[in-house]
């Protein structure tokens, strides 16, 4: 590209942003007050505390408003008045900062010549509004976005012509998010009330960081249009407790809202008794309020996940009381420096997994501790939890597969002996954890082979045969090396 730049051709050029520069800080709200005049009789002169514009040429009919677009228009429409609106510092500092990037791109040569009217016909306000509203919701970006001058400098780049397109007020982001969802819902309805098949849900719930329960209700039915397997997730709602009648208090409106109360067909979700609990009460509404007779054993499916996470439990939790003992790191990390040590106790009962978890519980209790393994081990080790499903294996498994780590835990330990001392690992101890990941591998295959859209009926029972055969054949691997050592003893 010539590095020669004609600034006679450029469009948006500089002459033109410095002058609209100039002209923005010119405008003053003046412009629009000249055409007001002064409230009457008990006019009051304030709303709220936003000051009226009374229109001056509004005789036989008074009129006001406290919003000044809303009076430009007012007086466009009524009196053919044009009013230029003042650019607010938002827009004022976009345009400053777009002149910066032109005057950097001329000194590059980078820059070409633009036709408005072309730009302007490739911009659609409803498209644009429609696109701004999925990268704010898709990203989890802050609402006030779109009061960045440094956005709307992007957006200027793009297009200069975009100005006036976008919204600079983020209160107005929560009424496109409104009008967005409100639109994609009766999409998703009249999907749904139209389905081929019935509508088959699945529930959960599950605490926000905020410490809210909230149950998510998906949809899974047979579409009309293109006759395949759609889903949808049709609410989020907050839910007073896990109860079944608090959830069908929940669900229920959900339901009538999308009008599928008729349509219901089976409900998948975990083994809690509360969810049994769930279909009793909607077998009895169903049969009470719409005569329909609605079998809540046989229109019951447990996750299978969730079943082979309870297997996987029996397994690693066996010498335990209360499986209660166990919960997360953030659980643990709430709790008195008492109840650490009787669950540190605890866990060590298990054997070398629970002291293993004992360890990176010590790495993960500060910052310090944090950096200092990974200055060994250059990366860190992710934590057991009982909810979230294969999370013991995939610890082990970074420790066994990963020389480095283990190592790294092997040096950790033996610095912060004093403390660690109880859970110091040896080398028997490494050897079973090898064989606990050995044995866990398969449940974490299986509950990956059964997740998602292709987990149908025969894939499941395939996979629990195989899981079946897999505890059997430990069995009889541990009863033999039970024997051997007996014989062993006696000899």
């Given at each position: 590209m010539?590095?020669?730049v004609?600034?006679?051709?450029?469009?948006?050029?500089?002459?033109?942003?410095?002058?609209?520069?100039?002209?923005?800080?010119?405008?003053?709200?003046?412009?629009?007050?000249?055409?007001?005049r002064?409230?009457?009789?008990?006019?009051?002169?304030?709303?709220?505390?936003?000051r009226?514009?009374?229109?001056?040429?509004?005789?036989?009919?008074?009129?006001?408003?406290?919003?000044?677009?809303?009076?430009?228009?007012?007086?466009?429409?009524?009196?053919?008045?044009?009013?230029?609106?003042?650019?607010?510092?938002?827009?004022?500092?976009?345009?400053?900062?777009?002149?910066?990037?032109?005057?950097?791109?001329?000194?590059?040569?980078?820059?070409?010549?633009?036709?408005?009217?072309?730009?302007?016909?490739?911009?659609?306000?409803?498209?644009?509004?429609?696109?701004?509203?999925?990268?704010?919701?898709?990203?989890?970006?802050?609402?006030?976005?779109?009061?960045?001058?440094?956005?709307?400098?992007?957006?200027?780049?793009?297009?200069?012509?975009?100005?006036?397109?976008?919204?600079?007020?983020?209160?107005?982001?929560?009424?496109?998010?409104?009008?967005?969802?409100?639109?994609?819902?009766?999409?998703?309805?009249?999907?749904?009330?139209?389905?081929?098949?019935?509508?088959?849900?699945?529930?959960?719930?599950?605490?926000?960081?905020n410490?809210?329960?909230l149950?998510?209700?998906?949809?899974?039915?047979?579409?009309?249009?293109?006759?395949?397997?759609?889903?949808?997730?049709?609410?989020?709602?907050?839910?007073?407790?896990?109860?079944?009648?608090?959830?069908?208090?929940?669900?229920?409106?959900?339901?009538?809202?999308?009008?599928?109360?008729?349509?219901?067909g089976?409900?998948?979700?975990?083994?809690?008794?509360?969810?049994?609990?769930?279909?009793r009460?909607?077998?009895?509404?169903?049969?009470?309020?719409e005569?329909?007779?609605?079998?809540?054993?046989?229109?019951?499916?447990?996750?299978?996940?969730?079943?082979?996470?309870?297997?996987?439990?029996?397994?690693?939790?066996?010498?335990?009381?209360?499986?209660?003992?166990?919960?997360?790191?953030?659980?643990?990390?709430?709790?008195?420096?008492?109840?650490?040590?009787?669950?540190?106790?605890?866990?060590?009962?298990?054997?070398?997994?629970?002291?293993?978890?004992?360890?990176?519980?010590?790495?993960?209790?500060?910052?310090?501790?944090?950096?200092?393994?990974?200055?060994?081990?250059?990366?860190?080790?992710?934590?057991?939890?009982?909810?979230?499903?294969?999370?013991?294996?995939?610890?082990?498994?970074?420790?066994?597969d990963?020389?480095?780590?283990?190592?790294?835990?092997?040096?950790?330990?033996?610095?912060?002996?004093?403390?660690?001392?109880?859970?110091?690992l040896?080398?028997?101890?490494?050897?079973?954890?090898?064989?606990?990941?050995?044995?866990?591998?398969p449940?974490?295959?299986?509950?990956?082979?059964?997740?998602?859209?292709?987990?149908?009926?025969?894939?499941?029972?395939?996979?629990?045969?195989?899981?079946?055969?897999?505890?059997?054949?430990?069995?009889?691997s541990?009863?033999?090396?039970?024997?051997?050592?007996?014989?062993?003893?006696?000899?």
């Open positions: 010539n590095s020669e004609d600034s006679s051709i450029i469009s948006p050029t500089l002459d033109t942003l410095e002058t609209e520069s100039k002209k923005s800080r010119k405008r003053s709200a003046h412009t629009t007050w000249a055409h007001t002064t409230p009457q009789d008990q006019e009051p002169e304030y709303q709220g505390k936003n009226l514009f009374y229109c001056k040429y509004c005789i036989d009919e008074s009129y006001s408003t406290p919003a000044s677009t809303s009076f430009r228009h007012h007086l466009l429409s009524k009196h053919e008045i044009r009013v230029e609106a003042t650019p607010g510092p938002i827009q004022t500092a976009a345009l400053e900062q777009l002149q910066q990037l032109y005057t950097r791109a001329m000194s590059l040569g980078q820059t070409q010549q633009l036709d408005s009217q072309v730009l302007q016909k490739n911009l659609n306000k409803d498209v644009i509004n429609e696109a701004l509203v999925s990268l704010i919701i898709v990203r989890n970006l802050p609402f006030r976005l779109v009061e960045w001058p440094e956005f709307h400098a992007f957006c200027r780049v793009l297009n200069p012509e975009i100005e006036g397109y976008i919204t600079t007020a983020h209160s107005e982001v929560t009424k496109m998010i409104q009008r967005s969802w409100q639109g994609q819902k009766d999409i998703v309805r009249k999907k749904l009330q139209s389905a081929l098949s019935s509508i088959h849900l699945s529930l959960d719930i599950w605490t926000s960081p410490n809210l329960l149950l998510g209700i998906c949809a899974h039915f047979v579409e009309q249009s293109e006759e395949k397997l759609s889903k949808a997730l049709l609410a989020l709602r907050t839910v007073a407790s896990h109860s079944g009648e608090e959830q069908f208090a929940t669900l229920l409106p959900v339901l009538q809202d999308y009008g599928i109360v008729r349509k219901l089976s409900i998948v979700s975990d083994n809690h008794t509360a969810n049994d609990k769930l279909c009460t909607i077998s009895v509404h169903l049969l009470d309020d005569g329909i007779a609605w079998d809540p054993i046989y229109r019951r499916i447990r996750c299978t996940g969730h079943v082979i996470n309870l297997a996987v439990q029996a397994f690693l939790f066996q010498n335990l009381i209360e499986l209660d003992q166990i919960s997360s790191y953030e659980e643990e990390e709430a709790r008195g420096e008492g109840d650490a040590v009787q669950r540190g106790n605890t866990f060590r009962a298990m054997g070398p997994l629970g002291k293993l978890h004992n360890i990176v519980v010590h790495i993960r209790s500060s910052a310090g501790r944090i950096q200092e393994f990974k200055d060994i081990a250059e990366r860190m080790i992710p934590l057991d939890n009982r909810t979230r499903w294969n999370s013991w294996y995939e610890m082990l498994r970074v420790v066994i990963q020389r480095v780590v283990a190592a790294a835990i092997d040096a950790y330990t033996k610095k912060h002996f004093d403390t660690l001392q109880s859970d110091y040896s080398p028997k101890e490494w050897e079973k954890l090898r064989t606990i990941c050995k044995f866990l591998q449940f974490y295959r299986a509950t990956l082979v059964t997740q998602g859209d292709q987990a149908t009926i025969d894939h499941v029972l395939f996979t629990m045969d195989i899981l079946i055969k897999h505890f059997e054949k430990a069995l009889v541990l009863l033999t090396s039970y024997r051997t050592t007996f014989t062993n003893f006696v000899r």
